[in-house]
């Protein structure tokens, strides 16, 4: 009988492994690559999602890594912006490669005949990019579809500058080296892997969820591995030694930026927020506002700006010492935002 774990042990494994119960003594691209990515929609958003991860964490450090081209900023799960490592990327694009999105096949059928002729033009920006398109007698919507599915087949990522602390003035799209060919099949077994290892136990919805794939493209990587049951009865997967804090383990005040992937991670997000929080962090056109952990949960919403941590609305219960040291942790936040 599969070992049945409640919800806050889930939330303190998904804290473990994303860093969370505590900051570990890691570069930022070995950080990226353990929590499988980190969401960059918002340029800010990895460097405040570091520095709530790794001891000692400097912005210059990062943008080191994005200007040397060790760490990139592609379209990858769901469809949106990440950063990961040069070394993930083939993983990555192998694993997503025919990922399902709002491109069309005969969308993607032009693309790749205009592939080469794309990346010969860049850098280029997103809308010079659609009106070369449209140049070649295609409708805007169409010519938009088209320039994505020639963003993902074609490698154009978003060049270093738009990845930088100081928002860069415009988006520009540049080529990045074609990646080693990888098989499709074992590229998503292994995606599955680094998933559980970053946000398991999880069940096979999770994983969907996460990544944008479909269960049934993904159904082979699964088996074998070791399995819990949640209270509902769910079936969740997990790789072998794997952390698994006690339920009573401390989980210390953090603040995550917008889109962080602990709150994006899972179908199933109660281990780290309530349903009908949710719907106040989570906007229907899927904007996520920054949010503070307290007792590893969502509990209040933060905003700064560059002189700090400028306001945090309490959205949960918190105690007066919780309060203190979220009070302690903006002034330690807004000291490095400065």
């Known amino acids: 009988m599969a070992r049945v774990l409640t919800l806050r042990e889930l939330n303190r494994a998904t804290l473990a492994r994303q860093l969370l119960l505590e900051r570990k003594k890691l570069s930022p691209l070995a950080a ?44 990858v799960m769901r469809g949106t912006l990440h950063l990961i490592t040069k070394r993930d990327y083939p993983l990555f694009y192998a694993a997503l490669r025919d990922m399902p999105t709002w491109f069309q096949p005969h969308h993607l059928e032009r693309a790749r005949e205009l592939l080469a002729e794309l990346r010969a033009l860049a850098p280029l920006t997103q809308n010079d990019a659609i009106a070369h398109v449209q140049t070649l007698g295609h409708e805007e919507v169409d010519a938009r579809r088209i320039v994505f599915a020639i963003r993902r087949h074609a490698h154009l990522l978003h060049g270093p500058e738009t990845a930088m602390w100081k928002l860069a003035p415009r988006v520009t799209l540049h080529p990045s080296p074609e990646p ?29 969820d996460w990544s944008g794939l479909r269960i049934r493209d993904v159904e082979h990587a699964f088996d074998g591995l070791p399995t819990y049951r949640d209270e509902d009865g769910r079936t969740l997967y997990d790789v072998p030694r794997a952390p698994l804090p006690p339920a009573d383990t401390h989980a210390p005040v953090r603040f995550l930026p917008k889109w962080d992937n602990t709150l994006l991670g899972h179908a199933d997000r109660r281990r780290v927020m309530t349903d009908e929080l949710r719907r106040q ?8 506002v920054p949010t503070v952990l307290i007792d590893g949960v969502v509990r209040a919403i933060w905003r700064y700006d560059k002189t ?20 302690a942790e903006a002034e330690r936040l807004s000291a490095w935002l400065r």
């Open 180 to 208: 080693p060919v990888l098989d499709g099949l074992e590229a998503r077994a292994e995606l599955v892997r680094r998933y559980l290892r970053a946000f398991g136990p999880a069940s096979k919805p999770d994983f969907a």
């Open 32 to 75: 990226i690559e353990r929590c499988a990515g980190l969401q960059a929609q918002w340029a800010p958003s990895p460097y405040i999602g570091l520095w709530s991860r790794v001891v000692g964490f400097q912005r210059s450090t990062l943008e080191r890594a994005l200007q040397r081209g060790d760490a990139l900023k592609p379209t």
């Open 281 to 288: 962090i989570v906007a229907a056109n899927g904007d996520v």
């Open 308 to 327: 700090g941590v400028t306001s945090i609305e309490y959205v949960g219960p918190a105690t007066r010492t919780q309060k203190a040291e979220v009070a």
